[in-house]
């Protein structure tokens, strides 16, 4: 029943410094998406995917990165860390034909 | 554009009492809605949900109905208990279900 993992779940970068956030799911789900989570806020929608191969930009997708080479995985790249990029970011995922997304834990990432 | 407006919380309450977190929505087309609950440390989790008006949906003795005429979608509880205290996200999906809104969140603290 492993459903979204996310790793890390913790970090810390300095400015300028970059790094990959990882997301995998074993649901065989197509679409997949990120979000970051500010303190006292809403997810905002970074990127998104709806199968291998496919993705798009959400919200806020300045300064990130993403790829989706297969069904399970969807890693979030950072290339510049910037303390704006300080947050809590979520990956989700759910299944073809609708129906409500499934969350990871968290990845809580501190730019300083 | 599609968006989210949630109570502003905290809500504070003792055990035992009634629970209204009021959610409306703008969305373009005929959205699907959606509560989760964020427990702490952890993902957003699927309470309940409703894909057209007049629909109520309801879990764990919480519920939501679905009302187009005032773009609404209130959550309330009949008696919360300590362990419901929790983070509560409203959310909506467009048609084809691609992306999610969120509202900001509504922080419920319960006290025994």
């Known amino acids: 029943n492993a459903g979204v993992t996310q790793t890390p779940k913790f970090r810390i970068l300095k400015i300028g410094q970059s790094m990959t956030l990882q997301c995998t799911q074993d649901m065989n789900h197509n679409y997949m998406y990120w979000y970051r989570q500010d303190p006292g806020m809403g997810l905002k929608l970074i990127y998104y995917?709806?199968?291998?191969?496919?993705?798009d930009k959400g919200e806020v997708p300045n300064g990130y990165n993403v790829s989706r080479s297969t069904t399970e995985d969807f890693p979030l790249r950072l290339e510049l860390a910037a303390p704006s990029q300080t947050s809590v970011y979520f990956c989700?995922?759910?299944?073809?034909?609708?129906?409500?997304?499934?969350f990871g834990d968290g990845t809580r990432l501190s730019i300083l | 554009g599609n968006s989210v407006t949630q109570m502003e919380g905290p809500v504070t309450l003792s055990e035992e009492a009634f629970l209204t977190i009021n959610c409306t929505y703008t969305a373009t087309g005929y959205p699907s809605l959606f509560w989760y609950v964020q427990y702490p440390g952890e993902g957003l989790q699927l309470l309940l949900k409703?894909?057209?008006?007049?629909d109520k949906g309801s879990n764990k003795g919480f519920e939501a109905t679905y009302r187009k005429e005032t773009t609404s979608f209130h959550l309330e509880k009949g008696s919360v208990q300590v362990s419901d205290s929790a983070v509560y996200f409203c959310?909506?999906?467009?048609?084809?279900?691609?992306?999610?809104?969120f509202g900001s969140g509504t922080k419920l603290n319960v006290k025994p």
């Open positions: 989700a995922s759910r299944p073809t034909g609708g129906g409500p997304q499934h």
């Open positions: 995917s709806v199968g291998a191969g496919i993705t």
């Open positions: 959310a909506l999906s467009e048609g084809n279900f691609n992306k999610f809104y």
């Open positions: 409703a894909t057209k008006a007049d």
